[in-house]
């Protein structure tokens, strides 16, 4: 099995920054795209940033200049470091993995989420 943890949500000022972190673990051969999704309250889950392998990376129009992702491929791990935060960044924040494990089976896994809340 494979799990992912997401840690550094937390209640912050607008103008503030977070760095989210999310390591993944378990029966690991390879991670592929990895990318960050956050559902705010009455709304569904949306995309933020993904990021491949190989390091081509795409934002959502609205993080674009404020949010950056990035990863380090042997700790299994994606980071989005969150700059000039907006209350409408408020949200819970989830990873999601593309997994190939050690049985060489593809699978795409999510986190629990970390929730973020940015006051005005």
């Known amino acids: 099995q494979v799990q992912l943890v997401e840690s550094g949500g937390d209640l912050v000022q607008a103008g503030g920054s977070l760095r989210l972190s999310c390591a993944a673990s378990?029966?690991?051969?390879?991670?592929?795209?990895m990318g960050w999704y956050r559902q705010a309250p009455g709304k569904q889950r949306a995309l933020v940033a993904t990021?491949?392998?190989?390091?081509?990376?795409n934002y959502v129009d609205s993080v674009k200049g404020r949010f950056t992702i990035s990863r380090d491929n042997a700790k299994n791990t994606v980071y989005l470091q969150m700059d000039n935060l907006v209350p409408e960044d408020t949200a819970l924040y989830c990873c999601?993995?593309?997994?190939?494990?050690?049985?060489?089976?593809?699978?795409?896994?999510w986190g629990q989420g970390t929730q973020v809340t940015v006051s005005s």
């Open positions: 999601k993995a593309s997994v190939i494990t050690y049985t060489y089976r593809r699978n795409d896994y």
């Open positions: 378990g029966s690991i051969f390879r991670i592929n795209d």
């Open positions: 990021i491949s392998r190989d390091g081509i990376i």
